[in-house]
């Protein structure tokens, strides 16, 4: 069955993810399809959305989830992630990891015998990205033809947005400032998604570019978690870039506004904005759920 780590795992099933989210956020599917399964839940990082998410996904489709800090584990004491992944799958049906180095993940999904989730790494926030595309299908009525910005830093968040959009037939531009590219890697896979599907995909630090023409705006915050150090200088690198009422005018009427959260209102975007009728925060806040049991039952479904 393999593993979720990047959009790019999932590259020939998203569309059918995302059905099934839609299902089972409906209540369409049987009673407890997980029933008897354990989904360990690693943490290196902090987290509300998806721990919570996560535990309750897995509460509501039958099984249980342990929560587990890697400082906690014996893995932060140094024992080898090579170890971790051979006795946690004895134990358990699924590992979900938020780690700080994508290269860990990949480690821990290659040595496990259960599929390994990412929660989050410096690279890739798959399971973001699935939410946020059943947001936008439910705001906007589909994803052909359609629109999105991602406006601030080429990071993790951006760089799944980037391999999913092109997958569901929509165009993507990012507006950085010059330096915050997304990762190089992810880009040419995703220009070549692009390319198969008739989509384009425009990285720009012009922001009167990146907003032509577009349905989605979204962003996050300029210090994602493990870039504080670089804070001072960040803020001062996209205090251009903050999403705000003029920037939103860019955008074609009815677009609306997202935000993977936690957001910083002041920062990469302004209250009026995130709290305004065009913000879809909470809706795409809640999807986490659905799309997550989505993926629970698509991986850990026998
Ligand atoms: N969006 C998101 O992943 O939120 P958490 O960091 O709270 O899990
Ligand atoms: N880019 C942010 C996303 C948090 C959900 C971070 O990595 O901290």
Redesign the pocket.
Known sequence: MGSLLSVSDIKDDVRYILDLASKIKAGEIEDKPLEGKTLAMIFEK??????ISFDVGMYQLGGRAIFLSSNDLQMGRGEPIYDTAKVLSRFVDGIMIRAKKHSDVEELARHSEVPVIS??TDLE?PC?SLADMLTIKEHLGGWEGKKICFVGDGNNVCNSLLLISPLLGMDMSVACPKGYEPDEDILKTAKEYAEENNTEITITDDIGVALENVDVVYTDVWVSMGDEEEAAQREIDFAPFQVNADLMSLANDGAIFMH???AIRGQEVTADVIDGDQSVIFDEAEN?MHAQKAILYYYLKS
């Not at 902090?46 to 721990?51: F, V």
């Open positions: 902090s987290s509300t959305r998806t721990r929660g989050l926030h973001q993977c959260l936690p986490r």
